[in-house]
């Protein structure tokens, strides 16, 4: 089975700019959830999807948002890029249930210019 | 919020035995995960147990758990080169977000 696959993996952007991020879960995974990774703040959960709605949610401003599809595959997307927003961002994917192993994609790495 | 700790730092010799430490302070947390991390990569699930367990052993794995102290450890035998990575353990409490430890930075001497 292929394993989380996520899209680009490197991008450089400017500030005030919007990126958006693609991610596709291990087949039959349907549960998809982002991470950031920062040096400063270590790794902090931004949100999960399950059957195309946001289930969970952390404690992100309103800039980061996501979406899932019909076959699961999830975007991300931050608008209005600031220097702070630089980070790996990690894609995870379960198969749904609660307590279930996720298992993460190698990240998009994003540096804000 | 939830805080999970770790030692940022540990350095063992070839063949060794490495002991990584995790502290968290959820009393609910129900499942308790460790992750690898290589450079340029993302993280890798080594293995995980749940909360009623005591210890889980897989190959050269042997997670402990002490609930009542909220204590976590990953003791990798015969430890390698290749064993060389930062971990991460990581809690949950039944939804879909795990709380994640700053990271042990494993160095293998060969």
């Known amino acids: 089975k292929a394993g989380v696959t996520q899209t680009p993996r490197y991008l450089i952007k400017t500030r005030g700019q919007q990126v958006t991020l693609s991610c596709s879960p291990i087949?039959?995974?349907?549960?998809v959830s982002w991470y950031q990774q920062t040096p400063g703040q270590g790794l902090q959960f931004l949100f999960e999807?399950?059957?195309?709605?946001?289930?969970n949610k952390g404690n992100f401003p309103g800039r980061f948002s996501g979406r899932q599809f019909s076959n699961s595959r999830s975007e991300m997307n931050v608008s209005t890029l600031e220097l702070g927003d630089s980070a790996l961002y990690l894609c995870?994917?379960?198969?749904?249930?609660?307590?279930?192993?996720?298992?993460f994609g190698d990240g998009t790495r994003l540096s804000i210019l | 919020g939830e805080d999970v700790e770790q030692s940022l730092f540990l350095s063992v010799r070839e063949g060794d035995s490495s002991v990584i430490n995790c502290t968290y302070t959820d009393s609910s947390s129900t499942y308790l995960y460790w992750y690898k991390q290589e450079p340029g990569a993302g993280l890798q699930l080594l293995t995980y147990i749940f909360s009623n367990m005591d210890m889980k052993q897989d190959q050269r794995l042997t997670v402990l758990l002490n609930k009542k102290d909220k204590h976590l450890s990953l003791r990798i035998a015969d430890t390698q080169t290749g064993d060389s990575a930062i971990y991460f353990c990581?809690?949950?409490?039944?939804?879909?977000?795990?709380?994640f430890g700053t990271g042990t930075r494993l160095t293998v001497i060969p």
């Open positions: 995870a994917s379960s198969e749904g249930g609660s307590n279930q192993p996720q298992h």
């Open positions: 087949s039959g995974h349907r549960s």
């Open positions: 999807y399950f059957s195309e709605t946001q289930r």
């Open positions: 990581a809690d949950t409490t039944g939804a879909n977000n795990l709380f």
